[in-house]
């Protein structure tokens, strides 16, 4: 009797025991658990905040680059408002010299700057293209596209510190394009179709009528250099 009871209270003990561990152990389970859980949120703030504060860098430099290419165009803008206000009270006596180069197509459909003047280089040049024939050319028309031309040189200067550009260009209402740096008619030249585009129609005095700076919405770029 003696025998049997020193044989349950040994596996009572033994029961205790074991169950003792086991409560240990999911103890110990539950606490590496938490702390792991802890650690990786600490971790994926960390991470979060990181995160943030690069985003807010990239911000600043976009804002920083984007107000330069705002002051850019504003400066190329008045540049040609007063271009054409000396031009209507008869103080540019004379047109840039690639003005005097536009010509028409041998088909008689749309003219181009393809020859330019043989004295500059192309990429101190951008190319303009347009429908119809120089023959019939207005008044106004003439007068803008004497400006366009002149924009030329605020083109070339400014693109170099441009970086981010890939080409700039001069877009009318009055159907024709400066397209610079230079390119060939027969690779890419004025059409109507240009005026669908969002970075044509969002800058229209009925869209735009405060003349703000607009993000147009992205589009596939008409020289197949990808997104833009």
Do not use: C
């Amino acid at each position: 009797m003696k025998g049997q009871n020193e044989k349950e209270r040994i596996i009572r003990f033994f029961n205790q025991f074991t169950l003792s561990m086991i409560l240990l152990m999911i103890t110990l389970m539950v606490s590496f658990f938490l702390m792991l859980s802890r650690q990786y949120k600490d971790y994926q703030e960390h991470m979060d905040q990181a995160l943030v504060r690069e985003f807010k860098a990239k911000v600043g430099q976009l804002e920083k680059v984007f107000g330069y290419i705002g002051r850019t165009v504003d400066s190329m803008r008045n540049e040609a408002e007063l271009y054409l206000y000396k031009m209507n009270f008869g103080q540019i006596y004379q047109h840039p010299l690639e003005f005097h180069k536009i010509e028409d197509h041998g088909s008689g459909f749309f003219y181009h700057l393809d020859q330019g003047d043989p004295t500059r280089s192309k990429n101190a040049i951008g190319n303009l293209t347009g429908e119809g024939s120089i023959k019939n050319w207005k008044p106004q028309k003439l007068e803008e596209i004497s400006m366009a031309v002149s924009l030329n040189t605020l083109f070339r200067i400014n693109s170099k510190s441009m970086v981010e550009k890939n080409r700039v260009f001069y877009l009318s209402s009055n159907g024709f394009i400066n397209l610079y740096p230079w390119l060939k008619s027969e690779k890419f030249r004025y059409s109507p179709g240009l005026h669908k585009y969002g970075f044509f129609k969002s800058v229209l005095p009925r869209n735009n009528p405060a003349r703000t700076h607009v993000w147009s919405e992205v589009y596939s770029d008409i020289l197949g250099e990808g997104l833009m």
